[in-house]
């Protein structure tokens, strides 16, 4: 089972002595791959104690990197804090405002038919 660990208690992990990152709503531990992480320890403690998934895809980091990554993961953010939902939400929005536009432009066509 995979612990789950809250965004409050990564963020105490924003040092060189212990750099907890969040990448897609799952916790790493990268305390020990610090000096030999390809793109730096700078990259690392930018992020350390908080949400590094824009940063970390941003790079396009290979398959083989998210492969090494997996044994540092050491948990996962709790269901209420993880923010793959609000994305659904903000998609969905969008799809009913393209729907609506898409109505009201019809709607306008028709009405501009009638007038002329
Ligand atoms: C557990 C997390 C991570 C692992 C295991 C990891 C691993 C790697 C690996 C293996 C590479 C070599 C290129 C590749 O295979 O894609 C790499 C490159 C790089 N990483 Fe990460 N990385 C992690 C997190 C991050 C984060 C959070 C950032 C940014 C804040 C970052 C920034 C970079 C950069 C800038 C390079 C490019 C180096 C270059 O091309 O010169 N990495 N990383």
Known sequence: ????ISFD???KHNNKDSVWIVI??????VTSYLEEHPGGEEALLDVAGKDG????????HSED???VMKKFKIGTLPPSEQSGSSNVTNCSNLKWAIVALAGAIVVGIVIKKYLS
Do not use: C, L
């Not at 897609?24 to 531990?29: L, P, R």
């Open 53 to 60: 998934t824009q940063a970390f895809e941003d790079v396009g």
């Open 65 to 67: 990197a998210r492969t």
């Open 1 to 4: 089972m995979t612990r789950q």
């Open 9 to 11: 208690e990564v963020k």
């Open 24 to 29: 897609h709503n799952d916790v790493y531990d």
